[in-house]
Nanobody
Framework: QVQLVESGGGLVQAGDSLRLSCAAS????????MGWFRQAPGKEREFVAA????????YYSDSVKGRFTISKDKAKNTVYLQMSSLKPDDTAVYYC??????????????????WGQGTQVTVSS
């Protein structure tokens, strides 16, 4: 029933900015967090950012802190990831995810309930 659809990925140059969107449908009222993960070829899926759905607490990985900003528009059931000062190391498929309550840390992908199909972000040097 839950569907998450990412958009906004593309090819940009180092130093550029990009905003990803995640449109959610069928999202349970009890949803606890929304977030973003990314996965580069040959690497494990890694946590990027998360935001609580009912209030405004945000969390970021050390690699993106200060450059990326996660935000939400609850009226539109949409989560955003504003990415600035992009680096080639940011190149990955970016996935939107939703987490139900009492599922543990936001850090681990296994603790998240639903996933989008991903959108490719490529940063050239």
């Amino acid at each position: 029933q839950v569907q998450l659809v990412e958009s906004g990925g593309g090819l940009v140059q180092a130093g550029d900015s990009l905003r990803l969107s995640c449109a959610a449908s069928g999202l349970p009222f009890s949803t606890y967090r929304m977030g973003w993960f990314r996965q580069a070829p040959g690497k494990e899926r890694e946590f990027v950012a998360a935001i609580t759905w009912s209030e405004d607490s945000t969390y970021y990985s050390d690699s993106v802190k200060g450059r990326f900003t996660i935000s939400k528009d609850k009226a539109k059931n949409t989560v955003y990831l504003q990415m600035s000062s992009l680096k080639p190391d940011d190149t990955a498929v970016y996935y939107c995810a939703s987490q139900m309550p009492y599922r543990g840390s936001y850090y681990y992908p296994a603790n998240w309930s639903y996933w989008g199909q991903g959108t490719q972000v490529t940063v050239s040097s």
